[in-house]
C-alpha cells in the first residue's frame, strides 16, 4: 500500500540557556492510508514532540535539526508558512490531551466552530452553522445545539473531546493526530471516545495517529505501534507482533510493568533521567542484557519478521 | 468491627450553588457525598474508585474535616471527629496526613525540600529544630531520595520524586491514617509501580492505614484489601478487592471493569461495550444509576436501593440483589 505519511530520521533539539537538548534523536515510521498508528513510551521519550513536529506546532525555542516527513510524498519541512497553513487543520488535524486548554474559553463552541469551518472553505454562515450541527451529531452529541450555544467551561471532558473530534472532523482530514486524547478521562468515557474514533477512522478511511503511555488503549485500537524510549523509535511493528514477540528489552519491560486486572504488579521498570545521553542505545542504563557492544556504539535497526524492525544488537536467535 | 480505625456512619456532604433558577434567592444544593457508610480496619487500605464527580475526593477530604459535614458522623477510634471544632481536633489533625495527586501544586516552590518536610512539625511543635532536621534525613531517605535533596527546591524535581517528598512530609509527624488522593494519576506507568510499591512498605513498616482514592481500578486492586465503588455520592458496592474484580455484582461496577482497555490485542472488548448514551445525572429519582443501566425496571426508578449484604462480606446497592 502507498505510504500517506512517512517520518524519516527526524532529529528535533530544543534550544535553552543551558545548550541544545535533543528530545527527538531518531524517530522514523510510515502510516499508511486508512492506518491506525500507536505511538507509546514514557514521558520525556519524545513521543509528542515528534508528531507535533510533523505540523511544526512545538515551541519557539525547538527547531528542527534533520530528517524528512513526507506527507503524500512531499516534504512537510520544506514547505513554507503559509503553505503549511493549508495542510494544518485541513488534511492533517490534531487532538489534544487537555481540552479545556485546547479550546478558546470565551468563545461559544458553536462561534468558534462556523469560524474555523469557513476559514478553511468558502461558504455562508448559515450553510457553516448547518455543517456543524451535523459534525456534532456524526460525533455523538444528543443535543448539538445546546452544545453549539455552550462554552467550553460549560461541557464535560467527555463532551470536550468530542467536539475536539468534531472540530478536527470538519476538514475531512487525511491525518488526525490524537494526542493523548483519552489520558485526562475516566474509563466509561475513554471506552465511548476510543470507539468513537475507531467508527471515525473505518468509515472516512483516515489514518489515525494515536500518541498514549497506555498500552491497553493500544492493543484495543492500533493495527501499528511504534515504541519510543530517549527520542528513539526503538521498535516497530503491528500490534501483534509488538505485544505478543516484543524484540527490545525496552518493549518487554513496557509491556511486563503494566498495571492489570487480575495481574501482578511486581515486575517494573525504573526510571532513569539520563536515557540516552551520548550516542549510544536510550536503554543502555537500564537493560538487563547491556553488554561491551552496547557500551561501544548505537545499535543498528534489524528487520525481525517483515515490517518489524528493532533498534537493538542482540539479534533473534540469541534470545 | 472493634479494631477499625475509620468509621465512616451515613456521612452527608452537600455543597450550597448558586440559584438554578433566575430571580431565586433559594440556593440550589449539591448532594456531593449522600448517605455513605464504611468503615477501615486498622493497617488495611481502603480503596473508593468511581468516575469524576462521584464524591471520592470530597468524602476524603471531610474525613480529614477539610469539610465539614452536612450529616452523619466521621469516627477516628471511636471518637466522633465529624462535629468536633478546631481546637479539640489538632491531635487528630497529627493522625491524620494526606497525599494530593498534582504533585506540582501541592509542593510550596519557594521553600526547600527540608523546610517542606519539617513544616507539619513544628506546626503540631513535634521535637526541637535540630531533631527535625536530623528526622527529615532520616525520612528523605525512607522515600528513596537522597541528603543532598533537602537543600533543593521542588522545581528541581520530577513528578515521582515530588511525590516522594509529599510522602515523607506526610510520614513527618507520625501518622496513623493516610489519604491518598490519586497519589498517582499523574505520572507514568514505570512510576507509579515503584510509588504504590513504596506505599506497600511504608505501610508495613510503620502500620499505616490507608483511604486510597482512585479513579484506576487497575491500580486500586493491587494496593486496597477493601474497595467501595461510588456513583454520584452514593455507595453502589463495597467488597473485598479480589471478590470485587472476580465477581462484581452491581451493573456499574461490571460497567467500570469492563471499560479498561485489556492489553491484549488478540481480546478486543471494545466493541463488545454496551455504548452508554445516559449521562451522569443528580436529579433523577429512584436509583442513581438508573438510566444507565442495561438491568433498569420499573423499581429503580422509583425506589432508591439500600446497600445490604448479597454475599457474606460484599454489600452492595440494586434491587437485583
Known amino acids: ?319 | 468491627m472493634s479494631n477499625s480505625l475509620i468509621e465512616v456512619k451515613d456521612l452527608k456532604v452537600y455543597f450550597k450553588q448558586k440559584s438554578p433558577k433566575l430571580l431565586s434567592f433559594k440556593p440550589g444544593i449539591l448532594k456531593a457525598v449522600d448517605q455513605v457508610s464504611f468503615s477501615i480496619e486498622k493497617g488495611k487500605t481502603f480503596g473508593l474508585v468511581g468516575e469524576s464527580g462521584s464524591g471520592k475526593s470530597t468524602i476524603g477530604k471531610a474525613i480529614l474535616r477539610y469539610h465539614k459535614p452536612t450529616g452523619g458522623g466521621i469516627f477516628y477510634g471511636g471518637a466522633e471527629i465529624g462535629a468536633m471544632g478546631e481546637k479539640e481536633l489538632l491531635p487528630y489533625r497529627k493522625k491524620m496526613q494526606s497525599v494530593f495527586q498534582d504533585p506540582y501544586s501541592s509542593l510550596d516552590p519557594s521553600h526547600t525540600v527540608q523546610d517542606i518536610i519539617c513544616e507539619p512539625m513544628e506546626i503540631h511543635k513535634l521535637y526541637t529544630p535540630k531533631e527535625r532536621k536530623e528526622r527529615a534525613k532520616e525520612l528523605i531517605r525512607v522515600v528513596g531520595l537522597k541528603e543532598q535533596d533537602l537543600l533543593k527546591y521542588p522545581h528541581e524535581f520530577s513528578g515521582g520524586q515530588r511525590q516522594r517528598i509529599s510522602i515523607a512530609r506526610a510520614l513527618s509527624v507520625q501518622p496513623e491514617f493516610v489519604v491518598c488522593d490519586e497519589p498517582i494519576s499523574a505520572l507514568d506507568v514505570s512510576l507509579q509501580a515503584q510509588i504504590v510499591q513504596m506505599l506497600q512498605d511504608l505501610q508495613e513498616k510503620y502500620g499505616l492505614t490507608y483511604l486510597f482514592i482512585s479513579h484506576q481500578l487497575q491500580v486500586v486492586q493491587k494496593i486496597c484489601d477493601e474497595i467501595g465503588v461510588l456513583y454520584l455520592g452514593n455507595l453502589m458496592e463495597i467488597a473485598d478487592a479480589d471478590k470485587l474484580y472476580s465477581n462484581p455484582l452491581h451493573p456499574y461496577t461490571k460497567m467500570l471493569i469492563s471499560s479498561i482497555p485489556v492489553p491484549d490485542p488478540r481480546v478486543k472488548t471494545l466493541d463488545q461495550i454496551v455504548t452508554d448514551t445516559g449521562v451522569q445525572s443528580r436529579s433523577i429519582g429512584g436509583c442513581r444509576f438508573h438510566n444507565r443501566c442495561p438491568w433498569c425496571e420499573e423499581r429503580c426508578r422509583q425506589e432508591v436501593p439500600l446497600l445490604r449484604e448479597a454475599e457474606p462480606g460484599h454489600l452492595v446497592a440494586c434491587h437485583k440483589y
Do not use: W
Open chain 1, 1 to 319: 500500500m502507498e505510504k500517506l505519511l512517512e517520518v524519516k530520521d527526524l532529529k528535533v533539539s530544543f534550544f535553552t540557556d543551558l545548550g541544545e537538548t535533543q528530545a527527538v534523536k531518531d524517530a522514523g515510521f510510515a502510516i499508511e492510508e486508512g492506518d491506525f498508528f500507536g505511538i507509546v513510551g514514557e514521558s520525556g521519550s519524545g513521543k509528542s514532540v515528534t508528531t507535533k513536529s510533523i505540523l511544526r506546532l512545538g515551541p519557539s525555542n525547538c527547531k528542527i535539526m534533520g530528517g524528512e516527513i513526507l506527507f503524500q510524498g512531499e516534504d512537510i519541512l520544506k514547505k513554507s508558512e503559509a503553505e503549511l497553513r493549508e495542510i494544518r487543520g485541513g488534511e492533517i488535524a490534531m487532538i489534544f490531551q487537555d481540552s479545556l486548554s485546547a479550546l478558546n474559553p470565551v468563545y461559544t463552541v458553536g462561534n468558534k466552530m462556523v469560524e474555523l469551518i469557513r476559514r478553511h472553505t468558502s461558504i455562508t454562515k448559515k450553510e457553516a452553522k448547518a455543517r456543524v450541527l451535523e459534525l456534532l451529531t456524526a460525533v455523538g452529541i444528543t443535543d448539538p445545539e445546546k452544545a453549539m450555544r455552550s462554552y467550553p467551561h460549560e461541557l464535560s471532558g467527555g463532551m470536550r473531546q468530542r467536539v475536539m473530534i468534531a472540530m478536527a472532523m470538519s476538514s475531512n482530514p487525511k491525518v488526525l493526530i490524537a494526542d493523548e486524547p483519552t489520558t485526562a478521562l475516566d474509563v466509561t468515557i475513554q471506552a465511548q471516545i476510543l470507539h468513537l474514533l475507531l467508527e471515525l477512522q473505518k468509515k472516512n478511511n483516515m489514518s489515525i495517529i494515536l500518541i498514549t503511555h497506555d498500552l491497553g488503549v493500544v492493543a484495543q485500537t492500533c493495527k501499528r505501534v511504534a515504541v519510543m524510549c530517549g527520542g528513539y523509535v526503538v521498535e516497530e511493528g503491528t500490534v501483534e507482533e509488538i505485544f505478543l514477540n516484543p524484540g527490545h528489552p525496552y518493549t518487554q519491560a513496557l509491556i511486563a510493568s503494566m498495571p492489570r486486572v487480575g495481574g501482578t504488579f511486581e515486575q517494573f521498570l525504573e526510571r532513569d533521567l539520563s536515557d540516552g545521553s551520548g550516542n549510544l542505545c536510550p536503554f543502555l542504563n537500564r537493560c538487563k542484557y547491556a553488554d561491551k557492544t552496547c557500551e561501544a556504539c548505537l545499535p543498528k535497526y534489524y528487520e525481525s519478521s517483515e515490517g518489524h524492525k528493532i533498534l537493538c544488537h542482540r539479534r533473534e536467535e540469541e534470545k
